[in-house]
């Protein structure tokens, strides 16, 4: 369990923190981002609750498709390397 929670967090933490610190990119478009680039719906709902913007959602929207065309191709590559 907390091999998984590291395997999860550190990518975030390290995305917010060049996106934000060396990027300068907004907090929402970054949750928007991470969301989509994790293919999270839930977490996408959980940004849009705390914000009136829809930021969150265009930056997801955005991310979202590319995200799942990479997931797609990584599992493809992962069952032929088994």
Do not use: R
């Amino acid at each position: 369990f907390a091999a998984g929670s590291i395997i999860t967090l550190i990518p975030m933490i390290i995305a917010v923190i060049f996106g934000y610190y060396i990027f300068n990119i907004s907090l929402l478009d970054l949750l928007g981002t991470i969301t989509g680039g994790m293919t999270s719906t839930p977490g996408l709902a959980a940004a849009d609750s705390m914000t009136d913007s829809n930021i969150p959602s265009v930056a997801y929207a955005t991310v979202y498709p590319i995200a799942m065309v990479f997931l797609i191709i990584f599992i493809q590559i992962i069952a032929l390397s088994i």
